[in-house]
Structures are given as C-alpha cells and as structure tokens.
C-alpha cells in the first residue's frame, strides 16, 4: 500500500486490512474484485467452556496479527455482540502455531483461515 500511495504501483493484490487503513489515511484507492468472501473461522480449545459470545470475555483469543482480516473479523464479531476487543486477551500468533497452541489448550480460542480453521477442528478444536 505505501508503493500505491506513493505512485510507484499501480494496481495491487492484497487484503481487506491494509485497503481500510489506506482509505482511513486518505489514499485514493479502489476495490476492483473480491478475493476471497469465506475461510475464516472461531476455533475453542477442545477444554473451553466457551458457549456464548458473552463468555469469550477476558479470554485468550488469537489471531494473525492486527493487520490480518481475521483481526478486523473478530473486533466486528465482538462489537457486534455487545463486547469490544479491550474485554478479550488478544494475542497474535504466527497461523500454524495457533493450531498447537488450540491443541494444547494454551490459549482459549481463535480466530484463524482455512487450512488452519479445517486442521485445527481435525486436532481437537470446536468451531
């Protein structure tokens, strides 16, 4: 995006994310295409106690980063469910260590793209 901004690139494929942080900062983008509209997915510890949106407050929650979708997915989850992102523990994990750390009951859930969403509920984890 900071090619784009600056004239460099012209045209470009990348994620929703860093498409709003642009337009936020008033760079004259345009979406053209859709590329991916499903894939993401909530995973639970196969341990969690977790039942409602409500009782993902104060937990361990993971995803790729805060530039990922996944990120953005979650905060509009929990905002629209009456919870904001300052009531979770959100951690940012590399995606493959997130399945290991679903299995081993390290963190509570996560927010995560497919493979990882099929992986992780082949190992053990709740969707």
């Not at 994310?17 to 900062?25: I, N, W």
């Not at 905060?75 to 009531?87: A, C, E, P, R, V």
């Not at 995560?112 to 992986?119: A, G, H, K, L, M």
């Amino acid at each position: 995006m900071v090619a784009m901004a600056s004239g460099k690139v012209d045209i470009g494929y990348v994620g929703i994310s860093p498409v709003l942080a642009a337009v936020e900062k008033e760079v004259p983008v345009k979406i053209i295409s859709a590329a991916q509209s499903e894939g993401s997915g909530i995973i639970l510890s196969k341990d969690s106690k977790i039942s409602t949106v409500s009782d993902l407050r104060g937990k361990i929650i993971a995803t790729p980063g805060e530039a990922s979708i996944q990120y953005v997915l979650l905060n509009y989850y929990l905002n629209k469910n009456g919870l904001s992102i300052k009531q979770v523990n959100s951690s940012v994990m590399k995606t493959p260590s997130i399945n290991d750390a679903i299995k081993s009951n390290t963190i509570d859930a996560c927010v995560t793209f497919q493979p990882y969403v099929s992986s992780s509920q082949a190992n053990g984890g709740n969707s």
